[in-house]
């Protein structure tokens, strides 16, 4: 399952994530789900008709990441490999970063982090120019909403209809519909 939410210049991307880690660090072995959020640019693309047809736009590249996982061995609610990646390099996630916080009440430390745009992408390195004051007004009014529909992502993989593993024939480890 995959959600959208669009701004001006940024967008937030949160799907249901099935993942087994090929070189897990120590300690975090075994299959992992949960539910990824990114915030990601957004490309607006030129007309591909008249003035009146759609206008393409591409959602581009992370600027931030947080993994809400669990290790499908735990109970549900551990919460046990939640972090989030505050270095991304391109496309490329930095090293998971474990915050007690986020393990311990993560859905509160979620709405904290979206509702403060700013301090997110100065702690990620990223230029201020990157967003619009109207992304972070915008990002800080629709925190709840987001966090509500993590909220229930969680429930679903809990549930068991989501965050599952990939078919049998797939050789991938990672099921995710936005991956």
Not at 5 to 20: C, Q, T
Not at 44 to 58: D, Q, T, V
Not at 69 to 83: K, M, Q
Not at 99 to 114: A, M, N, Y
Request: net charge negative; proline share 8%; charged share 30%.
């Amino acid at each position: 399952m995959l959600y959208l939410f669009g701004f001006e210049r940024i967008g937030v991307a949160v799907g249901d994530i099935y993942f087994v880690d090929p070189d897990p660090i120590p300690g975090q072995e075994g299959a992992e789900r949960g539910v990824r959020l990114e915030i990601r640019r957004l490309e607006p693309g030129e007309l591909k008709g008249s003035m009146y047809s759609a206008r393409p736009i591409a959602v581009d590249r992370p600027l931030w990441r947080i993994d809400l996982l669990e290790s499908v061995d735990s109970p549900p609610g551990s919460f046990d490999r939640t972090h989030h990646h505050p270095s991304i390099d391109g496309w490329e996630p930095g090293p998971r970063v474990f915050d007690k916080e986020l393990s311990g009440k993560p859905l509160k430390w979620l709405h904290d982090r979206l509702s403060d745009l700013e301090g997110v992408l100065e702690e990620v390195g990223f230029d201020r120019s990157e967003v619009s004051a109207a992304d972070v007004a915008a990002l800080r009014d629709r925190a709840p909403e987001i966090v509500d529909t993590v909220g229930r992502l969680l429930e679903r993989i809990r549930a068991g209809e989501l965050g599952t593993p990939p078919d049998a024939e797939s050789a991938d480890s990672v099921r995710a519909s936005w991956l």
